[in-house]
């Protein structure tokens, strides 16, 4: 998924806020903003995924301002947000009759979760928007593929995790719960290392995911979404075996779609941006559960 325009103006804004996050020191602030606008100078053109350029970002002010996640405070706020929300969305896929009908609202929660975001231009949410946007989830449904995945997961005896942000991982329990019951073994995929807002080891501590999933690993890389040539061999090789992938968030979308599909992934997400929902060819801030095989 190649970069829109306005992609520009959001990594620059998504720059300033976590360099204003990392530093309270003005002059190395100027000089993290100096080398981002370089970066972008560099780096962005017609063919550049912007989920690269984020991860380049991110590295940069890391390093400069000698922060190692300037986001983990907000990321430890949004675990704890989240779980206060957790029974009443629990409550919400229970209320299905069937198998197939609980796979389909953990599905929505796990999708409502990717609203928690920060710092995207123009996205703004709140725990009330977000509690009302469980009740709603169906009706914001742009694509769904949800009943095609469920006959393709079905059938399966592995799946592929990959984890988004932290406070949305507390909703991919739900979902983790469900396959599980449909007999699968499930291997959850953190990050390697912090990077803007997505989930570590750390977060998955608090989620209590390691209890549910088979098994937890990370992509062996900081890097935003799945770039295969930062990933570890080790990650890659699961990868490339399993039977199936769910992909959470944008970024994965961003990267994952460079590359040709070699088995079925269902991407689930809230179009937050609106060159993801172009891509999607739906309306911005909308749910998306796109099969691909």
Same mark, same amino acid.
Do not use: W
């Given at each position: 998924?190649?970069? @829109?325009?306005?992609?520009? #103006?959001?990594?620059?804004?998504?720059?300033?806020?976590?360099?204003?996050?990392?530093?309270?020191?003005?002059?190395?602030?100027?000089? $993290?903003? &100096?080398?981002?606008?370089?970066?972008?100078?560099?780096?962005?053109?017609?063919?550049?995924? &912007?989920?690269?350029?984020?991860?380049?970002?991110?590295?940069?002010?890391?390093?400069?301002?000698?922060?190692?996640?300037?986001?983990?405070?907000?990321?430890?706020?949004?675990? @704890?947000?989240?779980?206060?929300?957790?029974?009443?969305?629990?409550?919400?896929?229970?209320?299905? /009759?069937?198998?197939?009908?609980?796979?389909?609202?953990? $599905?929505?929660? &796990?999708?409502?979760?990717?609203?928690? @975001?920060?710092?995207?231009?123009?996205?703004?949410?709140?725990?009330?928007?977000? #509690?009302?946007?469980?009740?709603?989830?169906?009706?914001?449904?742009?694509?769904?593929?949800?009943?095609?995945?469920?006959?393709?997961?079905?059938?399966? /005896?592995?799946?592929?995790?990959?984890?988004?942000?932290?406070?949305?991982?507390?909703?991919?329990?739900?979902?983790?719960?469900?396959?599980?019951?449909?007999?699968?073994?499930?291997?959850?995929?953190?990050?390697?290392?912090?990077?803007?807002?997505?989930?570590?080891?750390?977060?998955?501590?608090?989620? /209590?995911?390691?209890?549910?999933?088979?098994?937890?690993?990370?992509?062996?890389?900081? &890097?935003?979404?799945?770039?295969?040539?930062?990933?570890?061999?080790?990650?890659?090789?699961?990868?490339?075996?399993?039977?199936?992938?769910?992909?959470?968030?944008?970024?994965?979308?961003?990267?994952?779609?460079?590359?040709?599909?070699?088995?079925?992934?269902?991407?689930?997400?809230?179009?937050?941006?609106?060159?993801?929902?172009?891509?999607? $060819?739906?309306?911005?801030?909308?749910?998306?559960?796109?099969?691909?095989?």
């Amino acid at each position: 998924m190649k970069v @829109e325009p306005e992609c520009a #103006s959001c990594l620059l804004s998504r720059a300033q806020t976590q360099i204003y996050q990392a530093t309270t020191n003005p002059a190395l602030r100027f000089r $993290c903003m &100096a080398e981002i606008v370089k970066l972008l100078n560099r780096e962005f053109k017609p063919t550049t995924v &912007a989920a690269d350029i984020g991860t380049t970002r991110d590295r940069i002010i890391r390093k400069l301002t000698s922060n190692p996640d300037p986001y983990k405070q907000i990321k430890k706020t949004a675990n @704890e947000k989240a779980l206060k929300l957790l029974p009443q969305a629990k409550k919400f896929v229970h209320t299905g /009759n069937t198998q197939q009908e609980r796979f389909k609202k953990a $599905c929505l929660c &796990a999708i409502v979760g990717n609203i928690m @975001e920060f710092d995207i231009p123009g996205h703004k949410y709140t725990l009330k928007n977000l #509690s009302k946007t469980i009740r709603d989830a169906a009706k914001d449904l742009a694509i769904d593929d949800i009943d095609k995945a469920y006959e393709i997961i079905k059938k399966a /005896n592995n799946i592929l995790y990959l984890a988004d942000n932290a406070g949305e991982i507390i909703f991919d329990t739900l979902l983790i719960e469900q396959l599980k019951n449909m007999g699968l073994k499930v291997t959850y995929v953190v990050k390697g290392g912090p990077v803007i807002n997505d989930a570590t080891l750390e977060d998955v501590e608090i989620s /209590n995911i390691d209890k549910l999933a088979d098994e937890v690993i990370t992509t062996g890389t900081d &890097a935003v979404g799945l770039p295969k040539k930062e990933v570890s061999p080790e990650f890659l090789k699961i990868y490339d075996q399993t039977e199936i992938v769910i992909a959470k968030g944008m970024g994965h979308a961003e990267t994952i779609t460079e590359y040709k599909y070699t088995k079925p992934h269902l991407h689930l997400l809230r179009t937050k941006c609106t060159p993801v929902a172009n891509y999607f $060819c739906t309306p911005r801030d909308k749910n998306i559960a796109k099969l691909i095989t």
